[in-house]
């Protein structure tokens, strides 16, 4: 009792020692809020913003009301087209395809490793020390980043002309900036420690990046790589609708067509590739970190 | 003898890159030699594709803007789109996330909507993006459609993964001074994940606003669709400027939910 009396007095002097003598409860009668009436506004200004947008989306948006209403009956008519998957037509020409498309991502993801490692050395500011070069390698991985792998096979295909080498550079430039962006981070995270060690034992550039850089940076190296591999089958499996090779081509095929049992048929083949390929990417990391 | 030959073998050890390194290093090198032939890459190819790249360039170097009217639309209803979509597949993920999170649905609720999450994330979004158009009809609507798939398959996931990480404590006292399920999950469940779920929603807002640029591609509205008609009539300089208008939207999008994430925190 007697505690708990100092207490308050305790915290009433705290609280408010001027009005302490007039009223001795008086302090204890506000009001506890979570937020100041300032973040209070701005939260409500968020949540306005929020509804303002929506409601802004829905009534500008272009829908037309006849599509929206036989939506349900189109959707079951598609359904039905597509079953039973014609499951004949998968061996050779899916197969290929398929083989085609790991091929795309696998090749994209090495070539993309290829140039992203020197742009992450170039953007980790604790390896390169000039500040114009770090912000240029920044650049180039915002801009791999901003463009997405689509619109880079369309360029390569405006490049190379339709065929797998517009995918295998697709999937290249798009992984450049994800690639590069987070071996720049791993990068940056690396110890000092081990480096100036190695420097002041006399190694060389490439002694210290190999011996005291790489062994540091290399879990998160091979976390990428599986991660960006595993984007990359996802990926490479919509390139051919753009002409870029892989499994793309012929679901574009088919359902220009309007072969519907052969489209179920490749939806199937790419996501039990994808399935697959997840699978064993989760078990490749938690055998490798 | 053995103490001296493991001495001097001792000192070259931490140096040497391991077998495995080397072995890894031989198949990847192996592996290339094989692909690369099998997807038709030669050096003629590609030398004659350096030249055309050059030519490309060329053609798309002063950047034609003045069908700016035709830019403007397409980004207008790429931001639509995405707007909505986020907004929906929030909306879906929020129950979806709760279901399937292990510690909160007995495992015949929790088990087939990860399901139904994994087939919503295993799917590109382009080609969820074909399939509805080819159901509800060329424009935005189809667009909107294909996003929620791709929200619900993301943040649901993410929701499910930070719902099972909550300390269940405030959850037992809660339920234990008597409160329903919904009190449950308002005052014991949402304080706890609310700033993470604020996150993943405007990643997923952001990654819908590149994704929203592209769906057009295949015809489910926004920009993409006018980025292919310039593709395909080989308007290489308007191409150009679409694509720095999405390069400025994206990136403009990136600064504001950044500074919203600060606030946040």
Redesign the interface.
């Known amino acids: 009792m007697t505690g708990a009396t100092t207490a308050t007095a305790a915290a009433t002097g705290n609280a408010a020692p001027a009005r302490a003598g007039a009223d001795p409860m008086r302090p204890l009668d506000r009001e506890w809020s979570r937020f100041t009436p300032r973040q209070r506004l701005a939260r409500w200004l968020v949540w306005l913003g929020v509804v303002a947008a929506v409601a802004w989306a829905v009534r500008s948006i272009d829908i037309i009301p006849e599509f929206l209403a036989d939506a349900p009956a189109q959707m079951a008519d598609l359904l039905v087209r597509m079953w039973p998957p014609d499951l004949a037509h998968y061996y050779p020409e899916v197969h290929t395809a398929l083989v085609e498309t790991l091929h795309i991502a696998t090749l994209g993801t090495i070539l993309a490793f290829f140039l992203a490692v020197p742009v992450a050395l170039l953007a980790a500011r604790n390896i390169c020390h000039i500040a114009p070069l770090n912000w240029l390698a920044q650049l180039v991985l915002v801009a791999s980043r901003s463009v997405n792998s689509l619109v880079w096979a369309l360029i390569f295909v405006a490049v190379f002309g339709p065929g797998a080498a517009a995918g295998v550079f697709a999937i290249a430039f798009r992984s450049i900036g994800f690639v590069g962006k987070l071996l720049a981070e791993a990068l940056e995270e690396a110890s000092p420690g081990p480096v100036e060690a190695l420097r002041a034992a006399g190694a060389g550039w490439g002694a210290t990046m190999l011996k005291a850089v790489w062994p540091q940076v290399r879990p998160a190296f091979w976390g990428i790589a599986l991660f960006r591999w595993d984007i990359n089958v996802r990926e490479s499996a919509v390139l051919g609708l753009v002409g870029a090779g892989g499994i793309g081509v012929v679901l574009n095929d088919a359902i220009d067509f309007f072969q519907w049992d052969r489209v179920a048929t490749v939806l199937l083949a790419i996501l039990a590739v994808v399935l697959v390929a997840e699978v064993v990417v989760n078990r490749i990391r938690g055998r490798l970190i | 003898m053995s103490a001296s030959g493991h001495a001097a073998a001792a000192p070259r050890r931490?140096?040497a890159p391991s077998w495995g390194f080397r072995l890894g290093m031989l198949a990847?090198v192996a592996?290339?030699a094989y692909?690369?032939p099998?997807?038709?890459?030669s050096w003629e190819?590609?030398a004659v594709?350096?030249g055309?790249?050059g030519r490309?360039l060329a053609r798309m170097v002063p950047p034609n803007f003045t069908r700016w009217e035709l830019l403007v639309e397409g980004l207008v209803?790429s931001?639509?789109?995405a707007?909505?979509a986020s907004?929906i597949g929030i909306a879906l993920s929020l129950p979806l996330g709760v279901l399937a999170a292990r510690n909160l649905a007995p495992w015949w609720i929790n088990a087939p909507v990860r399901g139904v999450i994994?087939?919503c994330r295993?799917?590109?979004y382009?080609?969820v993006a074909?399939?509805f158009v080819?159901?509800?009809?060329f424009?935005?609507?189809a667009g909107?459609a294909a996003l929620v798939v791709a929200s619900v398959g993301f943040i649901a996931k993410l929701f499910a993964e930070a719902l099972e990480e909550i300390s269940m404590k405030p959850v037992e006292a809660v339920r234990a001074a008597g409160a329903g399920t919904m009190a449950v999950l308002i005052y014991a469940v949402l304080p706890q994940v609310a700033s993470r779920f604020v996150g993943f929603c405007l990643y997923q807002l952001d990654s819908n606003l590149?994704?929203s640029?592209?769906v057009g591609?295949?015809g489910a509205?926004g920009i993409g669709g006018t980025?292919?008609a310039a593709?395909k009539r080989f308007d290489?300089d308007f191409v150009s400027a679409i694509?720095i208008a999405?390069?400025a939207m994206?990136?403009l999008a990136e600064l504001v939910s950044g500074r919203?994430r600060a606030?946040l925190r």
């Open positions: 931490p140096f990847l592996y290339t692909a690369v099998q997807l038709g890459l190819r590609l594709g350096f055309e790249a490309f209803e931001l639509q789109i707007v909505l907004a994994a087939i295993s799917l590109h382009v080609i074909i399939l080819k159901a509800i009809g424009g935005a609507l909107v590149r994704n640029t592209l591609i295949v509205g980025l292919f593709f290489y694509l999405i390069i994206i990136f919203v606030a």
